[in-house]
């Protein structure tokens, strides 16, 4: 008797907790643990994550330029040239390898001798894509590389193909990169002597849409001559020709990725592409509904399953691209992913400003994780967007600035930069709300540059831990480290007025019996860097 007294007490509140926990996702009451077993295999490394997978965008659009990254000479915000001290700073820590400028959209309506000469002698515009805004032209072409060079990153210029012509394209190419020609003496007077180096050239933005539109034959047609005529004569560098392809979302852009490859296949010497862009957002339909704070559990589910729609989207293209291009001669360039949500209240819409939570920062290393293992083929990703717009690493207002999770996140891959892939074995376990099933726990592993291994470890799941366990197999320990960005609501952000909520700390994964034995919290995101001995 007294024992099934106990047994129905017991069973009594175990139902509380069961209750209780239904109410408080993530919450103790609701945590269980999962164990999962990481198999490292370092000597069978696979190709390099090339660092331009951890890109930036930056678009005159809101206040991503103006006021995110310019201020101007006589600013009280401290800056150096009219670029705020504070943004560089932040950046430098990420080591942006390229940023993507002028647009997006805003691209296909820039004319580059807008931007350049005496600051106020140059036209001011009407940015008709983003809000109607005031466009000053004030930071244009010498801004943009004084930026780059600043936080210590490379160009990827985006040229107009929309409303632009050839001969323009052709013309600031050449301002930008040669020597000796009279638009190397106009570069020259406009205080730069030296070419600059381009890394990237885009031939235009999303032509089938705001960039044009064109029909897949139309483009083509175009693209031949801008990338005939369009030349880098600044031998330093190979400038990449980056051609427009689909987007996720746009019905007319489907069949691009075809049509472009094709004509690749059977082109002339006359002319060539290094680059297809894909664009693909997080955005569940347009306009964005998805509120970016103040969501429930099944709207994280909802955005964290379109996330991983990426992978689809890259294997599709992967695999047409690999039809007319086995030698992989054309790399595929994410030129705009991330989250886009419904527009913060009270803010323009045009400005697309929107909150950046700890949901982001999953989002960030699931899109860094699918990257990575195409990264055969892909060379390159653009976050959209830097600063203050979309999935922005840093917000600004006025003097004011935080870095978001989704900085966090990319400071945490930094290490995967020109890192080799490795291969490993993991199960990733199932998390399921509702009719959503998705994969509990995310991995990635790599050797870096400095020969040390790196894994990145993503828990999805926001109700439990998970307990890793990485046999020492095929190397030896000499020390481990690891930081993890956890916040106990997966909608906590960072705000003016507490701007460390989410922010990483330091963990001290433990190395016994030949393993290496890490937990890790719900919704989380950690970085091992497990220090080899020689
Ligand atoms: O990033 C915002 C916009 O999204 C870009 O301007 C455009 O290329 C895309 O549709």
Same mark, same amino acid.
């Given at each position: 008797?007294?024992?099934?007294?106990?047994?129905?007490?017991?069973?009594?509140?175990?139902?509380?907790?069961?209750?209780?926990?239904?109410?408080?996702?993530?919450?103790?009451?609701?945590?269980?643990?999962?164990?999962?077993?990481?198999?490292?295999?370092?000597?069978?490394?696979?190709?390099?994550?090339?660092?331009?997978?951890?890109?930036?965008?930056?678009?005159?659009?809101?206040?991503?330029?103006?006021?995110?990254?310019?201020?101007?000479?006589?600013?009280?915000?401290?800056?150096?040239?009219?670029?705020?001290?504070?943004?560089?700073?932040?950046?430098?820590?990420?080591?942006?390898?390229?940023?993507?400028?002028?647009?997006?959209?805003?691209?296909?309506?820039?004319?580059?001798?807008?931007?350049?000469?005496?600051?106020?002698?140059?036209?001011?515009?009407?940015?008709?894509?983003?809000?109607?805004?005031?466009?000053?032209?004030?930071?244009?072409?010498?801004?943009?590389?004084?930026?780059?060079?600043?936080?210590?990153?490379?160009?990827?210029?985006?040229?107009?193909?929309?409303?632009?012509?050839?001969?323009?394209?052709?013309?600031?190419?050449?301002?930008?990169?040669?020597?000796?020609?009279?638009?190397?003496?106009?570069?020259?007077?406009?205080?730069?002597?030296?070419?600059?180096?381009?890394?990237?050239?885009?031939?235009?933005?999303?032509?089938?849409?705001?960039?044009?539109?064109?029909?897949?034959?139309?483009?083509?047609?175009?693209?031949?001559?801008?990338?005939?005529?369009?030349?880098?004569?600044?031998?330093?560098?190979?400038?990449?020709?980056?051609?427009?392809?689909?987007?996720?979302?746009?019905?007319?852009?489907?069949?691009?990725?075809?049509?472009?490859?094709? @004509? *690749?296949?059977?082109? $002339?010497?006359?002319? !060539?592409?290094?680059? &297809?862009?894909?664009? #693909?957002?997080? %955005?569940?339909?347009?306009?964005?509904?998805?509120?970016?704070?103040?969501?429930?559990?099944?709207?994280?589910?909802?955005?964290?399953?379109?996330?991983?729609?990426?992978?689809?989207?890259?294997?599709?293209?992967?695999?047409?691209?690999?039809?007319?291009?086995?030698?992989?001669?054309?790399?595929?360039?994410?030129?705009?992913?991330? @989250? *886009?949500?419904?527009? $913060?209240?009270?803010? !323009?819409?045009?400005? &697309?400003?929107?909150? #950046?939570?700890? %949901?982001?920062?999953?989002?960030?290393?699931?899109?860094?994780?699918?990257?990575?293992?195409?990264?055969?083929?892909?060379?390159?990703?653009?976050?959209?967007?830097?600063?203050?717009?979309?999935?922005?690493?840093?917000?600004?207002?006025?003097?004011?600035?935080?870095?978001?999770?989704?900085?966090?996140?990319?400071?945490?891959?930094?290490?995967?930069?020109?890192?080799?892939?490795?291969?490993?074995?993991?199960?990733?376990?199932?998390?399921?709300?509702?009719?959503?099933?998705?994969?509990?726990?995310?991995?990635?592993?790599?050797?870096?540059?400095?020969?040390?291994?790196?894994?990145?470890?993503?828990?999805?799941?926001?109700?439990?831990?998970?307990?890793?366990?990485?046999?020492?197999?095929?190397?030896?320990?000499?020390?481990?480290?690891?930081?993890?960005?956890?916040?106990?609501?997966?909608?906590?952000?960072?705000?003016?007025?507490?701007?460390?909520?989410?922010?990483?700390?330091?963990?001290?994964?433990?190395?016994?019996?030949?393993?290496?034995?890490?937990?890790?919290?719900?919704?989380?995101?950690?970085?091992?860097?497990?220090?080899?001995?020689?």
């Amino acid at each position: 008797m007294k024992m099934n007294f106990n047994f129905r007490k017991h069973v009594a509140l175990l139902s509380i907790l069961a209750f209780i926990s239904l109410f408080n996702a993530g919450s103790v009451y609701a945590q269980k643990n999962t164990s999962v077993k990481i198999i490292i295999n370092p000597d069978h490394k696979g190709p390099v994550i090339n660092r331009h997978i951890f890109g930036h965008f930056a678009e005159h659009l809101g206040t991503g330029i103006y006021g995110g990254i310019w201020v101007g000479l006589d600013s009280e915000i401290p800056n150096t040239r009219g670029i705020r001290n504070d943004v560089v700073e932040a950046l430098i820590e990420l080591k942006v390898p390229n940023v993507r400028w002028p647009g997006g959209c805003f691209a296909d309506q820039y004319h580059w001798r807008d931007g350049i000469g005496t600051p106020d002698e140059r036209n001011s515009r009407i940015n008709v894509s983003w809000g109607g805004a005031p466009e000053p032209n004030s930071f244009g072409t010498h801004e943009y590389f004084d930026f780059l060079n600043q936080i210590g990153s490379e160009a990827f210029v985006s040229a107009n193909v929309g409303s632009g012509t050839v001969q323009e394209s052709a013309d600031w190419l050449e301002y930008l990169t040669a020597t000796g020609s009279t638009l190397a003496e106009e570069r020259d007077r406009n205080g730069h002597p030296d070419p600059y180096d381009v890394e990237f050239w885009g031939i235009g933005n999303e032509v089938w849409g705001c960039g044009g539109p064109f029909t897949p034959q139309e483009y083509i047609t175009e693209l031949k001559k801008f990338a005939t005529f369009t030349t880098n004569y600044n031998t330093d560098v190979n400038t990449q020709f980056v051609a427009v392809g689909p987007d996720s979302f746009d019905e007319f852009s489907f069949g691009y990725t075809e049509a472009i490859m094709k @004509a *690749w296949a059977n082109k $002339t010497w006359t002319w !060539n592409i290094q680059g &297809l862009s894909l664009h #693909n957002y997080t %955005r569940g339909g347009y306009p964005p509904e998805i509120p970016a704070t103040d969501f429930d559990e099944k709207q994280y589910a909802e955005v964290i399953q379109e996330t991983l729609g990426m992978d689809e989207f890259i294997a599709e293209n992967r695999a047409i691209m690999d039809k007319y291009d086995p030698n992989t001669e054309v790399s595929i360039l994410v030129d705009e992913w991330g @989250a *886009w949500y419904a527009p $913060t209240e009270g803010t !323009n819409p045009g400005f &697309l400003q929107q909150q #950046n939570s700890q %949901r982001d920062a999953i989002i960030a290393a699931l899109n860094f994780n699918i990257f990575t293992r195409h990264a055969e083929r892909v060379h390159g990703a653009n976050i959209a967007q830097m600063i203050n717009v979309l999935q922005a690493v840093i917000l600004t207002e006025d003097e004011k600035m935080i870095l978001t999770p989704t900085y966090h996140a990319f400071r945490m891959y930094v290490p995967f930069q020109d890192a080799a892939r490795l291969d490993i074995e993991f199960d990733a376990g199932k998390y399921q709300i509702d009719d959503i099933e998705l994969p509990r726990v995310d991995v990635i592993a790599a050797k870096g540059k400095d020969g040390q291994i790196y894994v990145a470890i993503t828990n999805i799941d926001p109700n439990n831990t998970a307990s890793f366990e990485l046999p020492i197999e095929g190397f030896t320990i000499n020390n481990i480290k690891g930081e993890t960005l956890y916040a106990s609501e997966i909608d906590a952000h960072n705000t003016f007025d507490n701007p460390d909520n989410v922010a990483p700390k330091k963990i001290d994964p433990k190395v016994s019996q030949n393993k290496i034995a890490v937990n890790v919290q719900p919704q989380s995101l950690t970085v091992l860097e497990i220090n080899t001995k020689k």
